[in-house]
């Protein structure tokens, strides 16, 4: 399905199906010009009906603007109008690029067209953009104003004007100078059609005009100004433009104000009772119950009152006093204060109840949305890293998050550590002797203990995998299991757990499966879901996470869904769960300015138990004919051994031979799938390496499944006039081509692959030269972005061995390891070390 992809500097659209969506593409800003004045609904994808409507706001702008038949020129509408565009984004790809100042330009892009346009013309505004849209009613140059007056009798004054140019600038006149500037009657006929218009609906302007004296100022009574103000919406509608009192846009509206959490409740988290203190307003004015009864006995109406103009409307005041009847007594959880602003920030609510922070609250509230109001401590020194500045935050944040018992979503910008900071507040935890456990997918179990091992030495950990699910009893501060794990554990949902963390938290974000019921079903204080995807563009995807989070937050799944169907205000959506989440962007300057422009990282990866046969049958060979060898002969066999190793940590069944390449029997194409999601989610591009060209072909089908559509692949048997095709094909900005796969030797110098800001060795090629060379088809000049190299390293087997070698260099010298050499100086290792290196410590229970 088509859909629009945002970005940085603009948008452009994926996947056209029907001719309007493929216009759309090819000149998107003319494009969307043109459907800006349609007044039709299109079916089309959210992100797309999106941009339409940001358009319509530009031609909003246009006809509703009183003055741009003298200036002939677009104006920019109000901060107001661009914050209510902000918070109606929808949850797609790239919604977090849209900011008051990308509105800006989308429309600076469309106002360009309309002035080339409009040069072209000697028609009026009017008539141009009617013959866009005969439907549209174009605002004329008339405007009606009203003031407060001083005059006894007479409070409010009333006043025609017409926009006109005088001295080269935009003034307003009033009515009756036009009878003396236009002589011909069609120019004085086509400046009064507005007016005409309104005169037709409302018998009120109808007298003025019928006895001339609309063209003169006019003192009104509150009777006659309440008439008016009641009638404006009509008069817009017609097209002329109002200027009214503030009393009547900013403070008509009645309410009651419930002050929520002044102070600390006795117990804090989700569902802590707070107190809440109801009080009835009319505009900004607090007004007792007595005396709400008191203007109950009043006509309908203006009355002046506590030195402002108010509406009595009996109606609306009977609604308050009786909502302030139900709400003087009652408890409000954080789940109630939440919601209710979700409703009070709904364009389409009338409701009469508006919920306001307390002071406790307010502070709480002000610590979770900006983080960096919370003091912000280290980590325990038994913690072996520096995090990094914004580390350090989501760190105290997470902390603070955990003590208040809120469920909180770590939902930073893939490559930027969710990880470390986890590991940060797991260290600090362990400290107050409190448990912890961490659900994540297999695929990242080696990665965890290896990072766990690195930067928390001293945490306790228990894996909880295989035949090992022992809980009761066993002394850990940290228990690991797998999500599959979950769901055959019936005695790790009767635990209790001070905190309970999900890595890839999108694996529940289908809410009927048996595997999100048993997350769902564990007991814990306080909650964390990881993600650097935090469900976009799928809505229910979002529920199911904060169901587990904060269960009860967006109502049940149903309700959720109806929200949905009838058109869901994101920006009140947004607002409710905001708190609970943090997000850093690696395209928010604040965060590049801290990041390394290349930013390396090891994924180590487990054998699946059909490897780790494979692998020790292997071994048991080698080691029988490395005794019965020596010379070259010997060299041969350790290489060719080298080469099996390798095969078998890639995949059984390219050391088989066979060609089904099954994913579970990998653990490389588990990890494989699960970063490349991120990567799609993401709508950004990779590049997977590997030294062999017979996996080029399999990755290639792999990764087509994973994305939803088929990427590229660069080896030595590629004809070199086609690698510049397909070089050129990955790097097009009109077609989003998600991944390359390229041999190592091919691909690996003289291609320029800037599209990609990921890389992925999936198997290593044992020379640093080699690797960095093949990481620099990405990582070179005219590269925009900071660019996330991930290295598959197979713990326990020879690619673990080797790579220690090569990192801590102290037992290989540079010189030893030259671009050429390749792996040949392993050859040179004894029978002793060659078997140690081979030898594989793995746990296969």
Known sequence: MAQAIFSEKGFYIENPEVDYEYALKDAPFQTLYEQSFSTESVETDVSIAYLINVAQEFVSALKNDGEIEVTRTFRFPSETVYQQLMNKA??????????????????????????????????????????????????????????????????????????????????????????????????????????????????????????????????????????????TPLYEEQGVICRIPDFWKKERKTTIKVTIGDTKPSSIGIEALLEGKPEIYLGEERYSKAEIEDLLHQNEGLAFLKGKWVEINHEKLQQLLTTYDTKENSEWTLFDALRQQQLSDAEENDSLIETTNGQWLQTVFQQMITPTQIKQEQPAKSFQASLRPYQLVGYNWLNFMQEQTFGALLADDMGLGKTVQILALLDSLRQENKRALLVIPASLLENWKKEAARFAPHLQIQILHGKNTFVQDVEADLFITTYGMVARMEALKEE????????????????????????????????????????????????????????GLLGSKAEFAKQIKKGTDYGALRQMIS??????????RRIISDLPEKNEQKEYVSLSKKQIALYKGLQRDIEKSMAETEGIQRKGLVLAAISKFKQICNHPDQYLGNQEFKPKLSGKFEALQSICETIRDK???????????????????????????????????????????????????????????????????????????????????????????????????????????????????????????????????????????????????????????????????
């Open 90 to 231: 929808p949850f797609v790809t790239g919604y977090e690029f849209i900011t008051v100042q990308w509105l800006k330009d989308v429309h600076q892009e469309l106002a360009a067209i309309f002035s080339e346009e409009l040069s072209h013309l000697q028609s009026s505004v009017s008539e141009y953009i009617q013959s866009k849209n005969r439907s549209l009613i174009v605002a004329g140059r008339v405007y009606f104003h009203l003031v407060e007056s001083k005059q006894e009798g007479f409070p409010f004054a009333f006043l025609a004007t017409y926009a006109t140019k005088y001295k080269d600038k935009v003034s307003h006149m009033p009515l009756k100078n036009a009878l003396a500037e236009f002589n011909d009657s069609s120019e004085m006929l086509s400046l009064l059609s507005a007016v005409g218009r309104v005169a037709n609906e409302s018998v009120f302007i109808s007298q003025l005009v019928e006895s001339g004296e609309l063209f003169s100022p006019l003192r009104f009574n509150e009777n006659e100004a309440y008439q008016f103000l009641k009638e």
């Open 496 to 551: 209790q757990f001070d905190l309970l963390i999900l890595d890839e938290a999108q694996a529940i974000k289908n809410p009927g499966t048996k595997q999100t019921k048993s997350i769902k079903a564990l007991q814990a204080n306080a909650k964390i879901a990881m993600t650097g995807t935090p469900i976009e563009n799928r809505l229910s995807d979002l529920w199911s996470v904060f169901d587990f989070l904060n269960s």
């Open 579 to 588: 708190p609970f989440i943090l997000r850093r962007l690696k395209t928010d």
């Open 683 to 845: 709508h950004e591009q990779v590049l997977i390496f590997t030294q062999f060209k017979e996996m080029c072909e399999p990755l290639n089908v792999f990764l087509a499944e994973v994305f939803g559509q088929s990427g590229l692949v660069l080896h030595g048997g590629v004809p070199v006039k086609k690698r510049g095709e397909l070089v050129d094909q990955f790097n097009d900005p009109d077609t989003y081509t998600p991944y390359m796969v390229l041999s190592i030797k091919a691909g690996g110098v003289g291609l320029n692959l800037t599209a990609a800001n990921h890389v992925i060795h999936f198997d290593r090629w044992w020379n640093p030269a080699v690797e960095n060379q093949a990481t620099d088809r990405a990582f070179r000049i005219g590269q925009e972005k900071n660019v996330f190299v991930y290295k598959f390293v197979t713990s326990g087997t020879i690619e673990e061995k080797i790579d220690e070698l090569l990192t801590e260099k102290t037992q290989l010298s540079n010189d030893l390891i030259t671009e050429t050499s390749g792996e040949n100086w392993l050859t040179e290792m004894s029978n002793d070390d060659l078997r140690n290196l081979f030898t594989l410590e793995v746990n296969d229970k």
